[in-house]
């Protein structure tokens, strides 16, 4: 009969289990530990998390040896559970991912040695390992070569390295299991990715020969196991763990032949092969994890599993079982009947002695038996089911939508890179999140999974990549991600999650009075101009320059007040000011600004960038700007200035049309001023040209000529020059590399040149955004320095002559007030403001150079 401990751990499986994770160094927010949380919740286990053992309450109570049943050890905790945990005290209802003899044989005895090696009874004998393929010191391998068929020979095989995913059940009889997902590089394709084991050899090597190496491969890995597991019986009793389990990594290297070596064992999952190890890897991984612990979970034995009748002897073989054994097989039996991405490595009917007659049959013998009735099966079921099989290579899984319908249309995860702490953690029911991050980190990697590989995933558009990197602005961002289903010609959109990002700005401290002033031209993390320093560097400045600033193209360099010009964490960043060489920009007051400005017509030709300025002309002028849109054609505003002066704008180029369909900038201008009408021969008819990087010298030519064409000679024409953008490496528009920023830079000078020489005035904004390139605000180009807020019209914005230094947190929650205000109060107009501090220095220059001193 069973003993009280068994019947009692049985009591306590048919109940609500408790899982602790141990997470090490990772955090809460890898999407490991979410995992683990989330599939053992599903599993109904009560999920206790803490670092490593000596700060877990969960296993401090009653020494550890009671309370738990399952306990999760991370790659970085696995030293404190080997030390801590009593393998020899655990109840047979507990289960642990470690098995220590695994550990034991598999460490690195020095210089990549496998620890198995040093065993006296394995000294001499020949297993298909390399010795020194254990331990993290084990050199990068490298892809054999396959060498030529001599003439009439048949070709070679395969020429490959390929990690299995072994999970390890028992030691005791050995019981070990294949994931059917392995990485692999081979010679005509390097760069590794992951694929289904068999769809992999059967591609490679065809129905036959597929079937053989598979065996090879099998047998290969059974037999370093059964050496690694081949310790006394011993040391065995002392570490007995019924249920542990154990997850290793096998590479194997096939070298024109179908039969493998193993060259590097790890006890861990590992992907350092991928191409792609950020997002390929910790997806495979995840999902390995995760079919792992459904697959155990199939042995949760209720109470009444264990009521037999004939305790664990009878039966018509004399077969007599101890206690765990019986559990043994019973897990076993569990594992093989249920359907899961495993498959059985060991044992295998080449292994098993029933067909001797001199001994009784063992538990090995018997798992063989029931191994073999279910693979009957599964081989009679497997026609059936054929159509229904997933595509081969996995990295597909969550992305590209399968056959069928989207039936399931929720995430299992999202994968971003740098990895991001969402609020609240990431739940599949769960489709709105919010997330904070640095102000250094300019680019967020983002890769959605879904359950069901017949749902697709599209980020922001019915269309759009599953996969991307995105420009991350300072403040605030939005990310949508769209379940949907492809099965029809358009995709239906079956579910939206939403991630809102918050950058943060630039960390600052507040001025002291032991300041000094500091400098820079450009970031040492882009330097543009290798010819010049780089970062802070001490400013020179022994008095405030008393002349003004007879061009908009002044050289010039940003000032700062810091504690210390080497350490740009001690600096006041709301105090930064851009400052010429040697004068200055005189702000304009409103009121002269007023006048000045009246009868003038403004027209703005350009991109978005250049949009941003007319805007800002604007709210200075009338001291609140009460229309604004994001306009791409034509804008003629008449009443600015109590209706005294009037800015147009036209948007060059129309690159979303197809380039037989763009209007060329003559077109673009002419109409432009044809809109501004009537317009007069002198300075108070004004053009504004320029824009990120499309502005080149033919455009200057074309302007003078049309300008004389058109009697307009007299024109006050200021060219703006061209920004900062682009330099991101974001997906669906070109990033540039530093070599072509570079060359922008003499482009830069180039068109300053060309407008001097046609008499026009010149803002040089590419060396106001260089210095700071890392500084932009919301758009794919990480090009724009400026955005436009939206406030109810009974609440004024605050004067934007003064830099505004409120924080992106206030205005977060500011924002949320106004929104409760909208609901409320439903006010019928709405007033803007136009802020980034960046387009405010370049934008006041316009303003200085259109309002000369006297």
């Known amino acids: 009969m069973l003993s009280p401990q068994v019947r009692g751990a049985s009591q306590k499986l048919s109940g609500r289990r408790r899982a602790v994770v141990l997470t ?159 990485v692999v590089a081979t010679n005509q394709e390097l760069r590794a990715r992951p694929l289904k084991l068999r769809d992999f050899l059967l591609q490679e090597l065809g129905p036959a020969s597929s079937h053989h190496a598979f065996g090879q491969m099998k047998q290969v890995i059974g037999e370093v196991l059964q050496a690694a597991v081949s ?110 991405a495993f498959q059985l490595l060991f044992p295998s009917s080449s292994s098993s002695s029933s067909s001797s007659s001199s001994r009784p049959l063992s ?49 299992r995860q999202i994968y971003t890179d740098p990895p991001l702490t969402l609020t609240p953690p990431f739940s599949p ?138 350490d740009n964490r001690t600096c006041d960043w709301r105090k930064v000011a851009w400052q010429p060489d040697g004068c200055y920009h005189r702000v304009v007051e409103r009121r002269l600004l007023q006048g000045c400005m009246t009868d003038r017509k403004v027209l703005f030709i350009g991109d978005s960038t250049n949009r941003g300025m007319m805007y800002f002309l604007m709210e200075r002028v009338n001291s609140s700007l009460d229309d604004w849109g994001q306009a791409h054609d034509t804008l003629v505003h008449r009443d600015l200035n109590a209706g005294q002066t009037l800015v147009s704008y036209s948007y060059y180029p129309q690159f979303w049309l197809e380039k037989e369909e763009r209007p060329t900038f003559r077109e673009a201008l002419l109409q432009l001023l044809h809109r501004s009408q009537p317009l007069v021969n002198s300075n108070l008819t004004v053009l504004v040209v320029g824009g990120v990087q499309w502005l080149n010298t033919n455009h200057l030519w074309t302007v003078s000529e049309v300008l004389d064409r058109e009697g307009l000679s007299n024109t006050l024409v200021v060219v703006k020059t061209l920004g900062m953008g682009f330099h991101l490496p974001v997906d669906g528009i070109r990033s540039l590399s530093l070599r072509e920023i570079q060359d922008l830079d003499r482009d830069n000078d180039n068109i300053i040149a060309a407008a001097k020489h046609h008499g026009y005035e010149v803002i040089d904004t590419f060396s106001i955004t260089m210095g700071r390139y890392k500084e932009f605000l919301q758009g794919r180009c990480a090009c724009h320095f400026h955005e436009v807020e939206r406030f109810p019209s009974f609440r004024p914005p605050a004067d934007t002559t003064s830099n505004r230094t409120t924080s992106n947190r206030t205005r977060l929650s500011s924002q949320s007030a106004v929104q409760d205000t909208e609901q409320e109060a439903e006010p019928d107009t709405f007033t803007y403001h136009v802020r980034g501090p960046v387009n405010q220095v370049y934008s006041e220059i316009l303003l200085s150079r259109l309002c000369p001193a006297n």
């Open 363 to 411: 538990v090995s013998d018997h798992m063989v038996r029931i191994s073999c009735y279910y693979n009957l099966l599964r081989n009679i079921s497997s026609s059936a089911d054929a159509s229904s099989n997933q595509e081969s290579d996995v990295s597909s899984l969550g992305g590209a939508a399968g056959k069928g319908r989207c039936g399931n249309p929720h995430l």
């Open 231 to 340: 310790t006394n019986e011993r040391t065995e009793r002392v570490n007995r763990c019924v249920l542990c389990y154990q997850l290793l990594t096998f590479t194997l290297m096939f070298s024109g032949s179908i039969t493998p070596v193993v060259v590097q064992v790890d006890t861990d999952l590992t992907f350092s092969a991928l191409r792609d190890e950020t997002f390929d890897g910790q997806v495979t991984k995840d999902l390995i994890l995760e079919d792992t612990l459904h697959f155990l979970s199939h042995t949760h034995l209720s109470s009444e599993t264990y009521r037999r009748q004939d305790g664990v002897c009878g039966g018509s073989d004399d077969l007599c079982l101890s206690e765990d054994e019986f559990l043994l097989l019973l897990q076993f039996q569990r594992q093989m009947s249920a359907p899961s």
């Open 429 to 566: 029911g769960v489709k709105e999140y919010c997330a904070e991050v640095t102000f250094d980190t300019v680019t967020v990697r983002i890769r959605p999974m879904t359950f069901s590989p017949s749902c697709a995933v599209h980020l922001d558009e019915h269309r759009g990549p599953r996969m991307a990197n995105y420009p991350v602005g300072l403040g605030n961002s939005r990310i949508s991600i769209l379940v949907t289903d492809d099965a029809e010609t358009e995709p239906v959109v079956m579910t939206i999650y939403t991630v809102h990002l918050f950058r943060e700005n630039r960390p600052s401290l507040p001025m002291f009075e032991d300041h000094m002033m500091c400098s820079f031209v450009q970031d040492c993390g882009l330097r543009v101009r290798p010819d010049r320093s780089c970062g802070l560097q001490t400013a020179v400045m022994s008095q405030r320059p008393r002349h003004i600033c007879t061009s908009g193209h002044q050289p010039g360099r940003w000032v700062v007040p810091c504690l210390s010009c080497s």
């Open 24 to 182: 090490g160094r990772h955090q809460a927010s890898d999407t490991e530990v979410q995992l683990y949380q989330q599939v053992l919740q599903q599993l109904h286990y009560d999920v206790h998390t803490s670092r490593y053992t000596e700060t877990s309450s969960v296993l401090q109570t009653n020494q550890g040896v009671s309370g738990w049943s399952l306990l999760l050890c991370l790659s970085s905790s696995e030293r404190s559970c080997l030390r801590r945990v009593s393998f020899s005290h655990l109840q047979r209802h507990q289960r642990v991912n470690l098995i220590p003899g695994l550990m034991d044989a598999f460490s690195d005895a020095g210089a990549g040695l496998c620890h198995m090696f040093t065993w006296s009874h394995l000294k001499g004998v020949d297993l298909p390992l390399r010795p020194y393929s254990c331990g993290s010191n084990n050199q990068k391998l490298g892809m054999p070569q396959d060498s030529p068929s001599p003439v009439g020979a048949p070709p070679p095989g395969l020429v490959a390295m390929v990690n299995i995913y072994v999970l390890v059940t028992s030691v005791r009889p050995l019981t070990s299991f294949l994931h059917d997902v392995m």
